[in-house]
């Protein structure tokens, strides 16, 4: 019997994302104009829904690529629709990645979309749709940078300066960690269409594991933690984003610790 494959409100934007970006947008206005009596929870509103919001146009990007590129069962599981609910579990696509900006400032890989690889033919199309996720973070954090690479800071209250360069630096840390060649993240699902076979059999059980090794190297291993938030640094630098902006951003997130003076000082507060 034939499978439904994609129908046209497989496709409608989900009342929960629009929900999501409506408080990102509040959020981000009560940042901006320092509406707030505790501008750090302005932050922590703005920072997190506008995260949630990465997450799901990262999953809707290897959702939308393999939709075009021959897996039309794509749209029949919501993948389309922007539902963060639709990428696998809520507690793996939402609330984890979440506690892990909360515990760490880093930008944890969210949920998951299941993709019917034997519909679609090319090794191309097979990398370039688990390239388009982390891509997604990329463009999103040449957006929340603009502002500064492009030097039009000059009128930008400090504040949400500190917001947008908190929110880059998960972005980033997410794209990096997405593009790590280990099995279970999407670097790996970039290159595993060019391995042979028996590689890719030997590696296949080490998937489950692949991200929990890497949390482990990046927590319990200082030497790897300083190497890999020295390269994130870097890659902030070099769009116009420095140390004060992205600490005093995440100081500010974590508004249940206290107000920063140093950082406040810069607000004008």
């Not at 901006?32 to 919001?53: C, E, K, Q, R």
């Not at 939308?64 to 389309?80: N, Q, V």
């Not at 929340?144 to 947008?164: E, I, K, M, Q, S």
């Not at 482990?216 to 020295?230: G, M, Q």
Request: charged content about 15%; some cysteine; aromatic content about 14%.
């Amino acid at each position: 019997m034939p499978t439904r494959t994609s129908h046209r409100g497989d496709r409608r934007i989900s009342p929960v994302f629009l929900g999501i970006a409506a408080v990102t947008a509040v959020s981000g206005w009560a940042v901006w104009t320092d509406f707030a009596d505790v501008p750090g929870l302005a932050v922590f509103l703005f920072v997190t829904s506008a995260w949630i919001v990465s997450l799901c146009l990262h999953e809707y990007a290897h959702a939308r690529t393999a939709f075009h590129s021959g897996d039309l069962s794509i749209g029949a599981k919501g993948y389309l629709t922007l539902n963060p609910f639709a990428y696998t579990h809520a507690l793996l696509s939402i609330v984890l990645p979440v506690l892990f900006v909360i515990m760490g400032g880093i930008g944890l890989p969210g949920g998951a979309v299941f993709i019917d690889r034997g519909r679609i033919q090319g090794r191309w199309k097979h990398s370039l749709i688990s390239a388009a996720g982390p891509l997604t973070n990329v463009l999103f954090a040449v957006v929340c940078t603009a502002p500064f690479w492009l030097n039009a800071l000059d009128g930008v209250p400090v504040v949400f300066r500190y917001a947008l360069a908190f929110l880059a630096l998960l972005q980033v840390t997410a794209a990096i960690l997405n593009f790590l060649p280990v099995p279970g993240l999407d670097g790996y699902g970039v290159i595993e269409p060019w391995l042979s076979h028996r590689i890719r059999r030997q590696v296949e059980p080490l998937a489950p594991f692949g991200l929990i090794l890497v949390f482990v190297l990046l927590f319990f291993i200082p030497e790897v933690n300083n190497a890999f938030f020295d390269g994130v640094d870097a890659v902030l630098r070099q769009l116009g984003v420095g140390d004060l902006e992205t600490g005093c951003g995440l100081d500010y997130y974590r508004f249940w610790q206290g107000e920063n003076a140093f950082c406040a000082s810069f607000a004008g507060r």
